[in-house]
Nanobody
Framework: QLQLVESGGGLVQPGGSLRLSCVAS????????IGWFRQAPGKEREGVSC?????????SYADSVKGRFTISRDNAKNTVYLQMNNLKPEDTAIYSC???????????????WGQGTQVTVSS
C-alpha cells in the first residue's frame, strides 16, 4: 500500500547543492524509518543516510557524506528530504529512498522503495 516517489535530482556543478524529496502515499510516513541509498555505475548500492520513524527522528549518515548532507522529515507533508551541499563528482549516482521498520545500512531490511532519481555532479 505504501508508495514512495523521489524527486529533485538533476545536474549540478561541483560545490553546488541539491535537495531530494521522498513523498509517501497510501500510508502515513510517521511510522517508518526512511533511508536514502545511492548506486553509481559499476558500484554496489550504498546507504547514504537514514532518519528514524515513530517520533524519534534520529539521523545517521555514511562517512562519505557527513557534514555535507542533511536528512529531515516533515510528517505533516508525508515527506523526507535529503539536502545535499558541497556536492562532489563522486556523489553522482541514482538516489533512492526506502521505508522500513528501523534504520539500517542494508537495503534488504527495507520494505518499500521509490523509483530513484538521477543526481549528476559535473562541471
Amino acid at each position: 500500500q505504501l508508495q514512495l516517489v523521489e524527486s529533485g535530482g538533476g545536474l549540478v556543478q561541483p560545490g553546488g547543492s541539491l535537495r531530494l524529496s521522498c513523498v509517501a502515499s497510501g500510508y502515513t510516513l510517521y511510522y517508518y524509518a526512511i533511508g536514502w541509498f545511492r548506486q553509481a555505475p559499476g558500484k554496489e548500492r550504498e546507504g547514504v543516510s537514514c532518519i528514524s520513524g515513530r517520533g524519534s527522528s534520529s539521523t545517521s549518515y555514511a562517512d562519505s557524506v557527513k557534514g555535507r548532507f542533511t536528512i529531515s522529515r516533515d510528517n505533516a507533508k508525508n515527506t523526507v528530504y535529503l539536502q545535499m551541499n558541497n556536492l562532489k563528482p563522486e556523489d553522482t549516482a541514482i538516489y533512492s529512498c526506502a521505508a522500513g521498520w528501523a534504520c539500517s545500512s542494508s537495503g534488504p531490511d527495507y520494505d518499500r522503495w521509490g523509483q530513484g532519481t538521477q543526481v549528476t555532479v559535473s562541471s
